[in-house]
């Protein structure tokens, strides 16, 4: 017959087994070498292969290395704008947000140089840029940036999948507009080891916790 402590240690250990869903976790980065170094298959599209002046109805199905993506405005079309041979990505309308979709689904780690462009197309200093980015545990989750110019790299890793990424710029006001824009998407998968699987470091630290108990239970059994 199990004793009371016997019952109450097996009921820990189950519920140790049992894998807990919690949410996704993230690393950030301010600048591409660290993002390279900490993922794997790092790849950037700079969109080289577009020319400035270009108009261009999404969505638009693209690559980073091997990795592939969809662009589409909630709005059409996409502008191309920049220097020649330096181009960046736009909208026709300011308060349009950009999505990176459609990602290939080994991606754990996206980035970007992600700013705010004026009406005549010149990167703004300053203006709020939104980062909204979804895995399947989190949603969406948002990070506020202020770029200072348009070579400004910003980046994340997730412990999962990366579905999808939001780009929406704050109006500074009713006629004083700024336009999303995009200098460069960079895609990778993660590393496993760079971020513990949350349910893994749960059952460890229950198991082990469960052990400590029993120890502690077992110390007080009379002789």
């Known amino acids: 017959m199990l004793t009371t402590f016997t019952r109450r240690f097996v009921a820990v250990l189950a519920l140790a087994a049992t894998p807990a869903v919690l949410p996704a976790q993230f690393i950030t980065f301010g ?6 170094a900490a993922t794997t298959d790092a790849a950037e599209d700079a969109f080289d292969d577009l020319a ?4 261009l109805e999404g969505p638009l199905t693209r690559t980073a290395g091997g990795f592939t993506y969809t662009l589409t405005t909630s709005t059409q079309p996409f502008l191309v704008i920049g220097e020649p041979g330096a181009p960046w990505l736009s909208t026709d309308q300011a308060t349009d947000v950009v999505r990176i979709g459609g990602i290939d689904p080994t991606v754990r780690a996206i980035g970007g140089r992600f700013f705010a462009t004026d009406a005549l197309g010149a ?3 300053g203006a709020t840029v939104r980062v909204r980015v979804e895995t399947a545990s989190v949603g969406m989750r948002e990070w506020t940036l202020t770029p200072t110019g348009s ?10 999948a990366i579905l999808s990424l939001d780009l929406v710029v704050d109006q500074p006001g009713a006629t004083d507009l ?4 995009i200098g460069a998407i ?3 998968s993660g590393p496993s080891a760079v971020i513990p699987e949350p349910a893994t470091v749960v059952l460890l630290a ?15 059994q009379p002789v």
């Open 31 to 36: 600048d591409y070498a660290s993002f390279v």
């Open 52 to 55: 400035t002046g270009d108009i």
């Open 123 to 125: 990167a703004r200093q």
């Open 151 to 160: 070579d400004v790299f910003f980046g994340l890793l997730a412990d999962e």
């Open 178 to 181: 700024a336009w999303p824009t």
């Open 186 to 188: 960079a895609l990778a």
């Open 206 to 220: 229950t198991g082990l916790g469960a052990l400590a108990l029993a120890r502690r239970v077992r110390g007080r």
